[in-house]
């Protein structure tokens, strides 16, 4: 998806209930950073805590992914 998809899609999730309660943001964070962290991450740099990055950093990343079941 591009980014302006992106942004209507999850600007258009605002009116909806929380389904994430827990923040842990580093301090002073999120700050969007020369107007370009539309994305978070949990960083070693922000003490394993929750950092805004810009969507183009390439750091590693965990997934959720279905139980593969093998007969």
């Given at each position: 998806m591009a980014q302006m998809e992106l942004q209507r899609?999850?600007?258009?999730?605002?009116?909806?209930?929380?389904?994430?309660?827990f923040t842990d943001w580093y301090?002073?964070?999120?700050?969007?950073l020369n107007?370009?962290?539309d994305c978070a991450a949990i960083t070693r740099s922000a003490d394993f805590r929750w950092d805004d990055l810009s969507?183009?950093?390439?750091?590693?990343?965990?997934?959720?992914?279905s139980a593969m079941i093998i007969c």
């Open positions: 899609v999850f600007g258009s999730m605002e009116h909806l209930v929380p389904i994430l309660v301090p002073s964070e999120p700050n969007n107007g370009d962290q969507c183009t950093a390439l750091i590693y990343y965990i997934c959720k992914k």
